[in-house]
């Protein structure tokens, strides 16, 4: 029986913490022995794990009060990662997100396990002045690094001397399974209102302000309505609404857990992100058969998209092309129906039984 430790900061919800999940069940099914493994431990996890994998909470997610402190922090991180790969010896450590990635490449140094990174992201120096070139530096030492984009992958090959890249975009799945909390649509849209959804929980790399200057721009009549499922804290996004005039028109039910329900209940799907890795909220709300408008952002969306045949694709950042390409899915009924009936073919393309073994054959590698 194979051993498989995966390291992850949370399962406090985000497209990799569900990635891990999807991951973990699968390889138990074809007989791995997994561990599944976070930093955090005073956040509920969201996405439940398969009963079969071993769970175990680090309990090294401390607030830094000074960079001594956070430095202090990150060696015991390190400290505790390869402890716990000594104990656990699995054949293969595999590790998401750039943090926990760099932590893990150090903790394992001349040790025998197989270290697979994934890399989530496109990278940037938006991740950090420590962390972007520590990623340089330390990437170097895994057996494999797996990227979601093509982009992303001649990336790493050219900046961090990794000896080995693959790019394994993500697989959707839809419907969701529903998890708490459940928002039902109906308690804050009404049956006649047009809406139009974005989801994600960090507001500013998700473009929410973009997103919102964009829908300004519009000057919808009130009852076209604009949701923003997932934000923890929605303060920010609601003064800037309030700012501009449009707070009458701004829905933010928080985190949601049958977010299957809020795909299905929106007309339009926008991701106005500033950069992704490969996006998970994109696929599933092509998934759902909704029409999709994304910015060209660094790196997923223009490896989804296809201008004009599933999904409209304007460039990134350009509110008023934003604008412009929401105004004409909103007035254009046989668009939307168009592109949202040609974007559901990502079920096929992107299917988890593809992308399981793509992993397979990566971490199944000596």
């Given at each position: 029986m194979r051993k498989i430790s995966i390291f992850v900061h949370s399962l406090d919800g985000g497209g990799a913490e569900r990635t891990v999940v999807r991951l973990a069940k699968s390889l138990c099914d074809i007989g791995w022995k997994v561990n599944v493994l976070t930093q955090s431990s005073q956040v509920e996890d969201q996405y439940p794990l398969d009963e079969r994998v071993d769970r175990h909470h680090l309990e090294l997610d401390t607030q830094s009060t000074s960079a001594l402190h956070g430095l202090a922090s990150n060696i015991n991180r390190v400290r505790v990662t390869r402890k716990a790969v000594k104990q656990l010896q699995p054949d293969v450590a595999l590790s998401f997100m750039t943090t926990q990635n760099v932590i893990l490449s150090i903790a394992t140094l001349g040790l025998k396990t197989r270290v697979v990174l994934a890399e989530r992201n496109f990278p940037t120096k938006q991740d950090g002045r420590i962390w972007h070139p520590l990623r340089r530096l330390t990437y170097r030492f895994a057996s494999e690094v797996v990227a979601q984009t093509a982009r992303a992958s001649s990336w790493l090959e050219r900046n961090a001397g990794v000896k080995s890249v693959v790019t394994i975009p993500n697989s959707v799945v839809f419907p969701l399974a529903d998890s708490d909390p459940n928002k039902p649509t109906t308690d804050y849209l009404s049956a006649e209102?047009?809406?139009?959804?974005?989801?994600?929980?960090?507001?500013?790399?998700?473009?929410?302000?973009?997103?919102?200057?964009?829908?300004?721009?519009?000057?919808?009549?009130?009852?076209?309505?604009?949701?923003?499922?997932?934000?923890?804290?929605?303060?920010?996004?609601?003064?800037?609404?309030?700012?501009?005039?449009?707070?009458?028109?701004?829905?933010?039910?928080?985190?949601?857990?049958?977010?299957?329900?809020?795909?299905?209940?929106?007309?339009?799907?926008?991701?106005?992100?500033?950069?992704?890795?490969?996006?998970?909220?994109?696929?599933?709300?092509?998934?759902?058969?909704?029409?999709?408008?994304?910015?060209?952002?660094?790196?997923?969306?223009?490896?989804?998209?296809?201008?004009?045949?599933?999904?409209?694709?304007?460039?990134?950042?350009?509110?008023?092309?934003?604008?412009?390409?929401?105004?004409?899915?909103?007035?254009?009924?046989?668009?939307?129906?168009?592109?949202?009936?040609?974007?559901?073919?990502?079920?096929?393309?992107?299917?988890?039984?593809?992308?399981?073994?793509?992993?397979?054959?990566?971490?199944?590698?000596?």
């Open positions: 209102e047009f809406v139009i959804l974005a989801v994600g929980r960090n507001s500013w790399f998700k473009g929410f302000d973009l997103l919102l200057e964009s829908f300004a721009k519009c000057e919808f009549d009130p009852n076209v309505k604009l949701a923003i499922a997932g934000l923890k804290q929605g303060d920010e996004v609601m003064q800037q609404a309030s700012n501009l005039g449009i707070h009458d028109q701004l829905v933010l039910p928080g985190r949601v857990g049958n977010l299957s329900d809020w795909y299905q209940r929106a007309d339009i799907f926008v991701l106005p992100s500033r950069k992704e890795g490969y996006p998970n909220v994109l696929m599933e709300a092509m998934a759902a058969g909704k029409c999709s408008i994304a910015f060209d952002c660094p790196a997923g969306p223009a490896e989804l998209i296809e201008h004009g045949i599933n999904g409209l694709l304007v460039p990134a950042g350009d509110t008023t092309a934003l604008a412009g390409a929401i105004s004409e899915a909103v007035r254009d009924g046989k668009l939307r129906e168009r592109l949202g009936r040609s974007a559901t073919q990502i079920l096929i393309s992107h299917s988890e039984q593809q992308n399981l073994s793509n992993w397979v054959e990566v971490l199944g590698r000596e």
